[in-house]
């Protein structure tokens, strides 16, 4: 029998490529949040992978994108933290979108780590299958890459060679962690930012990003229901209003929707109720960005 491995992989890319679709799909469970809006992720989300032979530690991480912010600053620099100490790199792309500036930007930064970059070519069910050499041409023609993987992390094609190839790749190692420990994160953590998916799910334009979501409490009363109240922290009033909307129907549909998923999560009935508060540019001030869960000690 050979040795059992073990190692950490560091997801990294654009926004909106499939990263956190792709960690989710890895541990068969939600564990980081989606949609359809460009930065999404905002901090490190481990996911951890273990089979009999090998255990492989999945970092997450959020889109690196040209920041606005000092929310900006932090996950952009969240994102590169990721690559140290990692075994290997996965620099994912969305298959039907070209090569831009910021493809090329971090590709300038994998360079100068020493760490095995895989290219993980996301997104295959969009695009016809004889784009793919294209792509595959025009990107290691701007790098070297360990191994190309074309995948589509939301139907599945190619999963398992991705896998099979990155385990070839790790280290013979310990099982750092037990066989149904799947994250790291606290539950309170992953329910906040349940809430806050269906805030991106159900709003456009600046709602989304203006968006932080705290839990205040989280308790199991008699009858066995979880009782948690949590705040949606937005920047300006005209925003507490698209939030909470038409009669508190907005604010409604966030809750039913959040609930269920956090009913899924914990394996058990919930009582959700939501707040929303009005922090002035929060996303630029030092201290909420750490009250809110985007604290650079954490890199
Ligand atoms: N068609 C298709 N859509 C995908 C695939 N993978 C992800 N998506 C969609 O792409 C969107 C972005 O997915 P995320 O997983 O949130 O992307 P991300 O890279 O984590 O984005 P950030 O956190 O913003 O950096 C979602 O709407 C996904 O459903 C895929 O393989 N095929
Ligand atoms: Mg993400």
Redesign the pocket.
């Known amino acids: 029998m050979s040795e059992h491995k073990s190692g950490f992989v560091a997801i990294v890319?654009r926004?909106?490529?499939?990263?956190?679709?792709l960690l989710n799909r890895i541990v068969g469970q939600k564990i980081?949040i989606?949609?359809?809006?460009?930065?999404?992720?905002r901090n490190k989300i481990q996911g951890v992978y273990t089979a009999p032979e090998a255990q492989i530690i999945f970092i997450?991480t959020?889109?690196i994108h040209k920041p606005k912010h000092r929310l900006g600053d932090f996950m952009v620099e969240t994102a590169y933290s990721a690559l140290k100490e990692v075994d290997a790199v996965l620099f994912?792309i969305s298959a039907d979108e070209k090569r831009g500036r910021g493809d090329d930007f971090i590709m300038e930064r994998l360079k100068t780590n020493k760490t095995p970059v895989f290219l993980v070519i996301?997104?295959?069910?969009?695009v016809h299958p004889d784009d793919l050499l294209g792509i595959i041409e025009d990107y290691t023609s701007q790098m070297a890459f360990t191994e190309v993987v074309p995948?589509?992390?939301?139907?599945g094609n190619n999963f398992e060679t991705l896998m099979t190839t990155l385990i070839e790749q790790m280290p013979v190692g310990p099982q750092y962690f037990p066989d149904d420990q799947i994250t790291d994160h606290p539950e309170y953590f992953i329910v906040s930012e349940l809430v806050r998916e269906k805030v991106l799910l159900l709003t456009r334009d600046e709602v989304p990003h203006s968006v932080a979501v705290v839990v205040d409490s989280m308790k199991r009363n008699e009858n066995d229901k979880v009782h948690i109240q949590a705040t949606i922290i937005v920047e300006r009033n005209s925003q507490k209003g698209i939030i909470i909307g038409k009669g508190g129907k907005m604010l409604k549909d966030i809750g039913t929707k959040a609930r269920r998923d956090i009913e899924q999560l914990l394996g058990d009935k919930v009582f959700l109720e939501l707040w929303v508060k009005v922090q002035k540019d929060w996303r630029d001030k030092k201290t909420y960005l750490q009250d809110y869960g985007y604290r650079p000690d954490d890199y």
């Open positions: 890319g926004p909106n490529v499939g990263k956190s679709t980081a989606m949609s359809d809006k460009a930065q999404t992720t997450d959020p889109g994912m996301n997104k295959i069910d969009k995948i589509s992390a939301t139907e």
